[in-house]
């Protein structure tokens, strides 16, 4: 299990693109046959990957810093297939799940294995920490409500779909959601926002191989970027904006833990003050 240690909005100014890229990019989270996972003390998050190989189960062991006996002891867990399929199984309960398609692990649980349908299936994996149990739960990308934002005009055309949220999966602290740019659009959360009470991740999927996410980062009035490649995870302090512009549309799962789970609780900026 990697660390990352939270870091303060001035040091931003002092990190070149590497310090940058290793405070806040999460790079070679899937790797065939293995369990990987980073834990950042921004609001005690756990993002990992499982690429599980057909017919050989992932179990999701507990790590060293949780100093617990399993990984759910005092956390709540999200898992999503961004390629591929697969099932989850939970204390014995198998959760078929297709591609985008997401289960919701409650704490407490004690068994948690990956199965993959198919070759190169990926689970992404989020977790918070959590003080109280709420069932586990599938949610699928064709069920959920869709929210349309964004314009050709602004080259943001994109459909939010929301997973585990108040209204939706229930959970302690955990948030998540997908976000999907039609064809020909290229900006996500611009203009962009911050939001105090909670840290947010980002995890890029669907952008093919050889595109990229610039992903812009930082204060509104003192920014910063990182060039991001499929599959990889940035990390968004609370004081930070997290907004990004692809080569070609993409997709990303947006997630959060902290202080409360009102999706509403934004600070907007608006593109005129960027700097
Ligand atoms: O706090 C919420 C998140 O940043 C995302 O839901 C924003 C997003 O998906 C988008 O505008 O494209
Ligand atoms: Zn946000």
Request: net charge negative.
């Amino acid at each position: 299990m990697q660390i990352r240690h939270s870091t303060h909005p001035d040091q931003l100014q002092e990190f070149d693109t590497d310090q940058l890229r290793a405070h806040y990019l999460v790079e070679d989270l899937f790797v065939a046959g293995e369990i990987k996972v980073v834990y950042t003390h921004e609001d005690r998050i756990v993002v990992g990957g499982a690429a599980p190989v057909p017919g050989q189960a992932l179990t999701l062991g507990s790590y060293g810093p949780l100093r617990t006996s399993s990984f759910c002891e005092r956390r709540e867990l999200a898992a999503l297939v961004i390629r591929g399929s697969g099932s989850v199984s939970v204390d014995g309960t198998e959760h078929k799940l297709g591609t985008r398609d997401c289960v919701y692990v409650g704490q407490g649980a004690v068994d948690v294995q990956f199965h993959a349908a198919e070759d190169d299936t990926h689970f992404y994996l989020f977790s918070t920490p959590s003080h109280a149990s709420f069932p586990t739960a599938v949610a699928r990308f064709d069920e959920v409500d869709v929210l349309n934002m964004g314009s050709p005009d602004t080259a943001n055309v994109r459909e939010i779909r929301k997973f585990v949220h108040a209204d939706g999966i229930r959970s302690s602290q955990l948030v998540l959601g997908v976000t999907r740019l039609a064809a020909g659009s290229v900006w996500n959360t611009m203009p962009p926002h911050t939001h105090d009470r909670r840290t947010e991740c980002y995890l890029y999927f669907d952008l093919p191989a050889d595109q990229r996410v610039i992903h812009l980062c930082g204060e509104p009035q003192r920014t910063r970027n990182m060039v991001v490649r499929n599959e990889e995870v940035v990390i968004s302090p609370s004081w930070s904006i997290h907004s990004g512009v692809g080569t070609h549309a993409y997709t990303f799962v947006w997630a959060m833990g902290g202080e409360n789970q009102a999706y509403d609780d934004m600070d907007q900026v608006a593109v005129t003050e960027l700097r």
